[in-house]
């Protein structure tokens, strides 16, 4: 049996793939078993920061693999100690937990929260406000973090605890804090799986003083929008904020499952022996792999993403069929008068694999993409999109 029907014989069917089997490539080129080419737009949805089977982070991943694969995490590993440190030097942060996926980063983040509301103010300061269209994970608590209702249907009832509010609406935050229940708020910086939303800087600026003002945690979610993304270490650095915590996955280790939730100065203290835990977590071939990521992420090469993302925008914006270009870097929502899933299934069938997000085509290319990629990938969009 070939992959497809077995895949779609024992696989469970949650997600809706392409009928496409990928089975090599090298940076931003991808083959599928048919030898077909693309060029690779998605980068397995903002993982792969250095593309596919980059050497420098084959390296990375190969000697570690090749000295110790994973030790229980009552023993001390380097490269588990290197990162954080690499991670607090790049964020001004003191602490990190390491997980293995942005819901288990996000699930820190709500955990380090509820105790720190529970021990500085009260057991009953539980509440957890996130924005509508947000988008945190598919665990129970992540979902019910997550700000959009049709997630939440199959699945009541969700972990108790968490209010929704519209970006932008902060005269609904400053109520819901007036009963002194809210631990505090969680946001994205650029809603990635709402469909490439970057917040207003006016609302996140306000965000950061009135978090400060009333003692509650400002939490910035950057499992998508991190480490490099969009042109900066992290997405709330465009916007000047002062997170208590960040959480950060997906291109963190470029490729292997790794979660983090950064915690500052404020929330360092939270955690004692026993209070959250993860086998994987900090796992040194994840680790290590990240910290070739993170030590490849210099000002130079963050430079690059921004001029990349500008080049990209500046191809794509006020072109036919092409509505409107959102985002920030190198993750780029396109409103296309097609729809967005006729658009990307058009860029597959000319060699360049896309996403969608909501009624958007999301482009997350990898940050080191060769500029005549981006050039060839642009043209083929603007193609499909073409009315
Ligand atoms: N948070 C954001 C902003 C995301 O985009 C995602 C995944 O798309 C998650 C959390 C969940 O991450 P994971 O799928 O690694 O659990």
Same mark, same amino acid.
């Given at each position: 049996m070939n992959t497809i029907a077995l895949d779609n014989q024992y696989v469970a069917p949650t997600y809706k793939r392409f009928p496409v089997e990928i089975v090599s490539g090298k940076g931003s080129l991808v083959r599928d078993a048919d030898g077909r080419e693309y060029?690779?737009?998605?980068?397995?949805?903002? =993982?792969?920061?250095?593309?596919?089977?980059?050497?420098?982070?084959?390296?990375?991943?190969?000697?570690?693999? @090749?000295?110790?694969?994973?030790?229980?995490? !009552?023993?001390?590993?380097?490269?588990?100690? !290197?990162?954080?440190?690499?991670?607090? @030097? @790049?964020?001004?942060?003191?602490? =990190?937990?390491?997980?293995?996926?942005?819901?288990?980063?996000?699930?820190?983040?709500?955990?380090?929260a509820r105790k720190w509301a529970s021990e500085h103010k009260s057991p009953s300061c539980s509440t957890i406000v996130t924005l509508k269209n947000s988008f945190h994970g598919r665990t129970l608590t992540t979902l019910a973090a997550t700000g959009q209702d049709h997630y939440h249907e199959l699945y009541q009832p969700l972990t108790p605890g968490f209010a929704h509010i519209d970006a932008g609406d902060l005269d609904t935050l400053k109520a819901l804090c007036s009963t002194g229940n809210v631990a505090g708020i969680l946001i994205e910086c650029v809603q990635g799986e709402g469909g490439v939303v970057p917040l207003d800087p006016g609302f996140a600026s306000a965000l950061d003083q009135f978090t400060k003002e009333q003692d509650i945690l400002l939490m910035v979610d950057e499992v998508q929008t991190g480490n490099g993304r969009t042109g900066k270490m992290y997405a709330y650095m465009n916007y000047g904020l002062h997170p208590d915590v960040v959480t950060t996955a997906k291109g963190l280790a470029g490729g292997?499952?790794?979660?983090?939730?950064?915690?500052?100065?404020?929330?360092?203290?939270?955690?004692?022996?026993?209070?959250?835990? /993860?086998?994987?977590?900090?796992?040194?071939?994840?680790?290590?792999?990240?910290?070739?990521? =993170?030590?490849? !992420?210099?000002?130079?090469?963050?430079?690059?993403?921004? @001029?990349?993302?500008?080049?990209?925008? /500046?191809?794509?914006?006020?072109?036919?069929?092409?509505?409107?270009? /959102?985002?920030?870097? !190198?993750?780029?929502?396109?409103?296309?008068?097609?729809?967005?899933?006729?658009?990307?299934?058009?860029?597959?069938?000319?060699?360049v694999l896309c996403l969608t997000a909501k009624d958007k085509v999301r482009l997350l290319p990898a940050l080191n993409i060769p500029e005549d990629l981006l050039r060839r990938a642009a043209s083929v969009v603007l193609e499909a999109a073409n009315p």
């Open positions: 060029i690779d737009m998605g980068s397995g949805i903002a =993982v792969t920061s250095f593309g596919i089977a980059d050497d420098e982070w084959i390296a990375a991943v190969e000697k570690q693999i @090749r000295s110790v694969q994973h030790m229980s995490n !009552l023993y001390y590993t380097a490269p588990c100690a !290197l990162l954080a440190e690499a991670l607090c @030097r @790049r964020t001004g942060m003191k602490k =990190v937990f390491f997980g293995n996926s942005g819901a288990e980063a996000n699930e820190c983040a709500v955990k380090v292997l499952p790794i979660g983090a939730a950064l915690l500052s100065e404020k929330v360092q203290d939270v955690f004692s022996y026993g209070d959250h835990g /993860s086998t994987f977590g900090g796992n040194p071939v994840a680790a290590s792999a990240a910290l070739s990521v =993170v030590s490849r !992420l210099t000002d130079d090469f963050l430079d690059e993403v921004s @001029r990349k993302g500008k080049l990209l925008r /500046s191809l794509l914006e006020n072109k036919p069929g092409i509505e409107s270009v /959102s985002g920030l870097g !190198l993750m780029l929502g396109l409103k296309t008068a097609k729809p967005a899933g006729e658009v990307v299934a058009a860029c597959m069938e000319k060699g």
